[in-house]
C-alpha cells in the first residue's frame, strides 16, 4: 500500500456506502468463484499472497478466529494468533508501543477486544490496516455477512424491513450504522434499560435513517423481512438471572416469527443460547439462514482484507 491512504476497518458509519456495497458484492463473487472447491485451497488469484496478517484476541472465539485464519490463507496470506497473554501486553506494555512494533513485523492486525477504546488505541498507534473483529461497542464484520446473507436469500437489502428483538448490544449497534449505510428500515424492540447505544442512534437519526426502537417485539416484526435477536447474556455481564428476565418477552419463537411476512429469514451471528432468545423450531427451522450466516463471515471478511491490504475494491 506504498503511497496510499491507510485503511482501517473499525465501524460501519466511518466507510463510505459506496464501498460497503463494492465490498458486499465482492464477498458474494468470491464465494461464487470458490463453488465446489476444497475449503483448503487457495484463490486463483492469491491476492494476499506474501502477507502476514496478526490476530489478537482479548476474548475468545470461534467463528471470528476461524474465518480469519481461513479466509487469509485461503486469499494465500499467512496468519500469526497471539493473546495479550501471548505478549508483553500481559506484562504491562502500552498498546501503542505493541501496535507500533507489530506494524514492522505484519502487514494488518485483526483485533477482538474487551473494550471499543483499545480497538481506537490501535489504530491510533498502528501504521497498518486495523480489523474490528468485535468490540464491546460494535460488530461490522458481522454485519457484511449478515447483508450478504440476507441478498442471498432475499434480493437487495434496500428499502426492505428488518426486526431486531433483544438486547440493544453491539451487533444491534452496528446493524443500526448498517441501515442509514446500506438504506432499509430498522425497527428494534428492547426492554427499558436495554435500549442501543444513544450515540449510534443520535447519529442514525442525524443522518436520517429509517430506525425505530420499540418496547413491543411484534410491532417490530411486524410484516418483517428479516428478524434477527443475539444471545442476552454475554461474558461480563452482571446479574444474569435479571437479563434474563427482562428479556425472556422478548424471545424468537414460532409465535413471534408469525408476524414477520411469511417468507422472512431469521438470522443469529450465534452462538445461541437455545430456549432463551430463540427456540430449536426457529433456529432449526426452515426460516433459520443461521449457517450461511456463519459461512459468510468468511467471504466478507476475505474482501475486507482486499480492500484494507491492497487498498481496492477489486
Not at 460488530?139 to 450478504?148: E, K
Not at 418477552?249 to 452462538?271: E, G, R, T
Request: charged letters at 25%; glycine letters at 6%.
Amino acid at each position: 500500500m506504498t503511497g496510499a491512504a491507510l485503511r482501517h476497518f473499525l465501524d460501519l458509519d466511518q466507510i463510505g456506502p459506496d464501498v460497503l456495497r463494492n465490498l458486499t458484492d465482492r464477498g458474494l463473487a468470491r464465494k461464487k468463484a470458490r463453488k465446489d472447491s476444497p475449503l483448503g485451497a487457495v484463490d486463483h488469484d492469491a491476492p494476499l499472497k506474501g502477507h502476514v496478517v496478526a490476530l489478537i484476541f482479548e476474548k475468545p472465539s470461534t467463528r471470528t478466529r476461524v474465518s480469519f485464519d481461513v479466509g487469509i490463507r485461503q486469499l494465500g496470506g499467512d496468519t500469526m494468533t497471539l493473546s495479550a497473554a501471548d505478549m508483553q501486553l500481559g506484562r504491562g506494555e502500552t498498546i501503542s508501543d505493541t501496535a507500533r512494533v507489530l506494524s514492522r513485523y505484519v502487514d494488518a492486525i485483526m483485533l477482538r477486544s474487551t473494550d471499543h477504546t483499545h480497538l481506537l488505541e490501535w489504530a491510533a498507534a498502528s501504521t497498518i490496516p486495523v480489523i474490528n473483529g468485535l468490540t464491546n461497542k460494535t460488530h461490522p464484520c458481522q454485519l457484511m455477512a449478515d447483508i450478504m446473507t440476507f441478498e442471498e436469500y432475499k434480493g437487495p437489502i434496500k428499502d426492505r424491513i428488518v426486526a431486531w428483538s433483544g438486547d440493544g448490544n453491539n451487533v444491534a449497534a452496528s446493524w443500526i450504522q448498517a441501515a442509514v449505510q446500506f438504506e432499509f428500515e430498522l425497527r428494534l424492540a428492547c426492554p427499558p434499560g436495554f435500549e442501543p447505544d444513544a450515540g449510534i442512534l443520535d447519529w442514525a437519526k442525524q443522518k436520517e435513517g429509517r430506525v425505530q426502537v420499540v418496547e413491543d417485539p411484534r410491532i417490530a416484526v411486524d410484516n418483517a423481512d428479516c428478524v434477527i435477536t443475539d444471545t442476552w447474556v454475554s461474558m461480563g455481564d452482571k446479574d444474569p438471572d435479571a437479563r434474563r428476565k427482562a428479556l425472556s418477552p422478548y424471545q424468537v419463537n414460532a409465535s413471534l416469527m408469525a408476524c414477520a411476512a411469511k417468507d422472512a429469514i431469521f438470522l443469529h451471528c450465534l452462538p445461541a443460547h437455545r430456549g432463551e432468545e430463540v427456540t430449536d423450531e426457529v433456529i432449526d427451522g426452515p426460516q433459520s439462514a443461521v449457517l450461511d450466516e456463519a459461512e459468510n463471515r468468511l467471504h466478507a471478511q476475505k474482501a475486507i482484507l482486499v480492500w484494507c491490504l491492497l487498498g481496492r475494491e477489486e
